[in-house]
Every structure is written in structure tokens, then in C-alpha cells.
């Protein structure tokens, strides 16, 4: 049974979709390797909302190995889109649509994966799989600014309670948390 493992860059007040917050913070050597135990520790297989799967294509198709160690890993591995609007997942090797979000089918794709599940971005996505209990370690890169507005990770009313399962901290102020349900 495969693991999904939800990777976040958060704020302070819990903003996820306003990825310009990370600017005044360079990406660290350290960050790159944390980044890189998280993908190419297991993951068999990348779990995309349509949005961010539209997103990064473009971004990921247009590097290599010399331009960022993470593109084989985003360029070579099966990835699965979950879009109730798209017809196809063309334009990006090795991706696939799932359809519209179902908790039932994505239990049934976990169940079809040996391995990890990496997903990213994906708000709308993650959200719905954290509220239907299907993700299995949520990593949150929380940057130490506060942004006000903007999509949050956790909506207003949402409660959830999680277990701490790491955490490492950076030069740039950045913090890498792992939490499990």
C-alpha cells in the first residue's frame, strides 16, 4: 500500500497558494537535500491537482539534471493528475488523469502503489485528502513570515489534530516540519 506524503510551503498564518512569500528566502543547499530524502526516498509515484500539475510541467520539462537535481525526479516519475475537468494528461511525460476527486478511488490508487506518494502545491487536492484521512505524512516548509490573505492549508472551522513527526530548521529561517495523523 502506498504512503501519500503532502509537501507544503506554508506561512506563519497557514497561506499556502501564494508561493511569492518564499522570495526573500533562498533556497538552501540544506533545504535542497531535505527536499531531495523526501522525493527520491521511496516515492514511486507523483499525485497532482490539475492546477499545479498545469503549473509545473512547463517549469519541470524545461530543466535537467544540470539545472536543478530534482527535474529526473519530476521528469521521470509516473505522475497522476486528479481533474474532474481535464480530458487527457498530455503535454507531460509519464502522467495520467484520474479523474474528479474520489476518496474511495484514491484509496484504491494507494492501495495499487508499493511505495511513496509524493504530492505538492495541490491546495483543493490536499485539503480534500487531509479532511477523507488519506494522507499519511504532511511535510510543511514554514517560512517565517505572515502574508494575510490567501488560500490556507486549513480552512476556517477546519480541526485536526496531528503528531509531530520530525523537524529540522535552516540557515534562512525556514523550518521543515513532519507531521503524521
Not at 535542497?32 to 491537482?49: D, K, N, Y
Not at 509545473?56 to 474532474?84: C, E, H, I, L, Q
Amino acid at each position: 500500500m502506498g504512503q501519500i506524503k503532502v509537501s507544503e510551503f506554508i506561512t506563519l498564518d497557514g497561506v499556502i497558494g501564494a508561493p511569492t512569500f518564499t522570495f526573500e528566502y533562498p533556497f538552501t543547499d540544506a533545504m535542497g537535500e531535505a527536499m531531495g530524502r523526501l522525493t527520491s526516498g521511496g516515492s514511486e509515484a507523483i499525485l497532482f491537482g490539475r492546477t499545479t500539475w498545469e503549473e509545473s510541467g512547463p517549469a519541470w520539462t524545461s530543466r535537467d539534471m544540470a539545472d536543478d537535481p530534482g527535474a529526473p525526479f519530476f521528469n521521470d516519475t509516473p505522475k497522476y493528475v486528479v481533474s474532474a475537468s481535464r480530458t487527457d494528461a498530455d503535454g507531460w511525460a509519464h502522467s495520467s488523469l484520474l479523474g474528479g476527486y474520489d476518496a474511495a478511488a484514491l484509496r484504491r490508487f494507494k492501495d495499487g502503489i508499493d511505495g511513496g506518494i509524493y504530492c505538492y502545491g495541490s491546495g483543493t487536492l490536499v485539503r480534500a485528502m487531509l479532511a477523507d484521512g488519506l494522507v499519511d505524512e504532511l511535510h510543511l516548509w514554514l517560512y517565517p513570515v505572515a502574508v494575510g490573505d490567501g488560500p490556507k492549508l486549513f480552512p476556517e472551522g477546519t480541526r485536526s489534530t496531528l503528531r509531530l513527526g520530525g523537524s529540522e530548521s535552516f540557515d534562512n529561517g525556514v523550518v521543515h516540519l513532519t507531521y503524521t495523523p
